[in-house]
């Protein structure tokens, strides 16, 4: 089993739909979780960071966390086509050095 | 822009050439972290420095890979003899260890292509 588990997608949805993606993780160690956004051959862009349970919002974006169920969540509300991209959770924990593990990713698809 | 950078953004190299690349962070950060992405994975992780030290090594970085961090500021990442399975993305990340987060910083990325 995976450390992190991420659908790959495609995700298609039309301009203005709300978008839910998510991740599962299995230990429970894991103390912070990050969204990331990639273009198409580009670097990660970090887009959400927390380490508690609960949500936290900027903008148009709310990253979800459940610790009780290792379950996290990035929905983005009025999504736009430029929000079509590769979405990437990661899942850190300090062990005395941080140790961060990736989801493969979702892609993301918004129809104009 | 004081974003992380990485050079090349592309290689293309026959088997058994050796290639490095370089990884300028964003000029605070302590910690550099080197990744490897291939197409519809997430990055995984290879080696990490905090400050010059190496602190610690992925079991996926073989013999024939190594980095360097010299001075505390930019890096290398080497690659020798190298196989086609090597092709890849290879990216870089910084982060301040005292914010007490780790929250990772990329760079555009290398691309590497072994023929």
């Known amino acids: 089993q995976k450390e992190v588990e991420q659908d790959p997608g495609p995700l298609s949805v039309p301009e203005g739909a709300i978008v839910s993606l998510n991740c599962t993780y299995s230990?429970?160690?894991?103390?912070?979780f990050m969204w990331y956004r990639q273009y198409s051959r580009k670097g990660p862009e970090l887009l959400m960071y927390t380490y508690s349970s609960g949500n936290k919002e900027d903008g148009r974006f709310t990253a979800q966390v459940d610790k009780s169920s290792k379950y996290i969540s990035l929905f983005i509300r009025d999504s736009q086509p430029s929000d079509s991209a590769t979405y990437l959770c990661?899942?850190?924990?300090?062990?005395?050095?941080?140790?961060?593990?990736f989801g493969a990713g979702t892609r993301l698809f918004v129809k104009a | 822009d004081t974003g992380v950078s990485q050079d090349p953004r592309h290689k293309i190299t026959k088997r058994g050439q050796n290639v490095t690349f370089r990884c300028d962070p964003i000029s605070e950060h302590n910690r550099l972290y080197w990744y490897r992405q291939t197409l519809g994975q997430g990055p995984e992780f290879l080696t990490y420095f905090q400050n010059e030290a190496q602190l610690e090594k992925s079991r996926l970085l073989s013999d024939r890979f190594s980095a360097e961090r010299p001075k505390g500021s930019f890096s290398t990442l080497e690659i020798q003899r190298t196989e086609q399975g090597d092709s890849a993305m290879y990216l870089c990340a910084s982060s301040l260890a005292e914010d007490g987060t780790d929250t990772q910083y990329f760079g555009p990325g290398t691309r590497l292509t072994v023929l």
């Open positions: 990661a899942i850190s924990v300090n062990t005395g050095g941080f140790k961060t593990i």
């Open positions: 230990n429970s160690a894991f103390q912070y």
